[in-house]
């Protein structure tokens, strides 16, 4: 399956109303509890998502559309949203996502973007010349990847509650 | 964490509406693109949770409660829903597991468990002796393995389209 708008759009659209069916008013240790250290908890996702709003698939986006003599990307903070969502309730994280994201597509609808667009490249710091196409695509699989993620996470919380059916249930030992 | 209903039960009632807040809507590609031969696309995991809620754990847990001489679980078969789900659209599936899901958490509720009942056992098939804590750990993690499992399911379908940043992505080797 290659990346259109109108078949990649959707699924960025769906991602914060599905967090928030998941998550939203669920008792605390599913919203706390992680893989062990340094791993993201399901708070931790949703920070982390946010912060790729802000600062990662629209200003790299733009980075490319622009076509000027600097299409490098900055590197993207994969814990800067510890800080950021320091105080934070996971309910307003939510929100800001949901908002944020709301906002990026409706800039993304407006591009009307079609293939000589999508073909423009920028410069990743560490992956090299990439297109927008792929960028786009990335934004997606990068959402479905945290939703498994957090998903994944949760599931581990019960990991020695299932007992022998653990045997039978692979989420728990990724 | 161990499972108690209350930790438990608001997982459960989530997942019919995360289920339909992902999936409701999406272009068909998303719904019935799979990991390769005998395996599940998005549309198979709605169909296998939608047996589940017929032959699977309501069913266990009162053989459970019961204690009767014969406490010994029916298989559960993996692929019925393929058969069941013939010719239903995605929409259907979502009503019927949400309406499934309902009354079983209604019937789940209305038992009131505590530590005697949770701590009864019946006999799987093949894992032998198992408590009715057990068994409803067991549904959470299986709901949540199957989001994430559809999350991974979709993820994949993007798998080419990322280029280079497939790298970055466990989720779309797994």
Same mark, same amino acid.
Do not use: C
């Given at each position: 399956?290659?990346?259109?708008?109108?078949?990649?759009?959707?699924?960025?659209?769906?991602?914060?109303?599905?967090?928030?069916?998941?998550?939203?008013?669920?008792?605390?240790?599913?919203?706390?509890?992680?893989?062990?250290?340094?791993?993201?908890?399901?708070?931790?996702?949703?920070?982390?998502?946010?912060? *790729? $709003? %802000?600062?990662?698939?629209?200003?790299?986006?733009?980075?490319? =559309?622009?076509?000027? +003599?600097? @299409?490098?990307?900055?590197?993207?903070?994969?814990?800067?949203?510890?800080?950021?969502?320091?105080?934070?309730?996971?309910?307003?994280?939510?929100?800001?996502?949901?908002?944020l994201r709301g906002d990026n597509i409706?800039?993304?609808?407006?591009?009307?973007? *079609? $293939? %000589?667009?999508?073909?423009?490249?920028?410069?990743?710091?560490? =992956?090299?010349?990439? +297109?927008? @196409?792929?960028?786009?695509?990335?934004?997606?699989?990068?959402?479905?990847?945290?939703?498994?993620?957090?998903?994944?996470?949760?599931?581990?919380?019960?990991?020695?509650?299932?007992?022998?059916?653990?045997?039978?249930?692979?989420?728990?030992?990724?």
């Amino acid at each position: 399956m290659d990346f259109t708008p109108a078949d990649g759009i959707p699924v960025l659209e769906r991602t914060p109303a599905t967090l928030r069916a998941l998550l939203a008013g669920l008792p605390g240790p599913w919203v706390t509890g992680n893989e062990g250290p340094e791993t993201f908890s399901a708070f931790d996702n949703v920070g982390h998502l946010v912060h *790729g $709003e %802000r600062t990662d698939w629209i200003p790299r986006a733009k980075l490319i =559309l622009a076509q000027g +003599t600097n @299409r490098r990307f900055e590197p993207f903070d994969r814990f800067a949203h510890v800080r950021e969502s320091a105080g934070k309730s996971l309910i307003e994280l939510l929100d800001e996502f949901a908002r944020l994201r709301g906002d990026n597509i409706a800039l993304l609808r407006s591009w009307t973007l *079609g $293939e %000589r667009e999508l073909a423009l490249q920028g410069e990743h710091p560490t =992956l090299g010349p990439v +297109t927008l @196409r792929q960028l786009l695509a990335t934004w997606v699989a990068h959402d479905l990847g945290h939703l498994a993620q957090i998903s994944r996470v949760m599931a581990k919380q019960y990991r020695d509650a299932v007992g022998p059916w653990r045997a039978f249930l692979p989420v728990l030992d990724r």
